[in-house]
């Protein structure tokens, strides 16, 4: 069992920044990768951004590439996402996830853990 657990949610402005963190706990935390979802009001989950085990491969989604950005630091078990440049679009409940493989990690069912998710509302 691996426990997940988001902070670093809020209120932001339109433009500004929040970095996210996920703390995990319960198995070797090298042994997963890691991926970031989120969840709109009124909308399915979608895939944000992932990070193979080793942190040497990461992936975006379309939304967010170029502003968000994620790492890991196998050291603490956690992993972050920097987010830049936020926009009112990007509110939404984010959750992070946890594979035990690298492989299709845009996927949710290749995922065996979740967070419970953290807030992030962007005001315009």
């Known amino acids: 069992q691996v426990l997940l657990v988001e902070s670093g949610g809020g209120l932001v402005q339109a433009g500004g920044s929040l970095r996210l963190s996920c703390a995990a706990s319960g198995r070797t935390f090298s042994n997963y990768a890691m991926g970031w979802f989120r969840q709109a009001p009124g909308k399915e989950r979608e895939f944000v951004a992932a990070?193979?085990?080793?942190?040497?491969?990461?992936y975006y989604g379309d939304s967010v590439k170029g502003r968000f950005t994620i790492s890991r630091d196998n050291a603490k078990n956690t992993v972050y996402l920097q987010m830049n440049s936020l926009k009112p679009e990007d509110t939404a409940l984010f959750y992070c996830a946890a594979s035990g493989t690298d492989y299709g990690l845009g996927l949710q069912r290749e995922y065996d853990y979740w967070g419970q998710g953290t807030q992030v509302t962007v005001s315009s």
């Open positions: 990070i193979s085990r080793s942190g040497g491969t990461t």
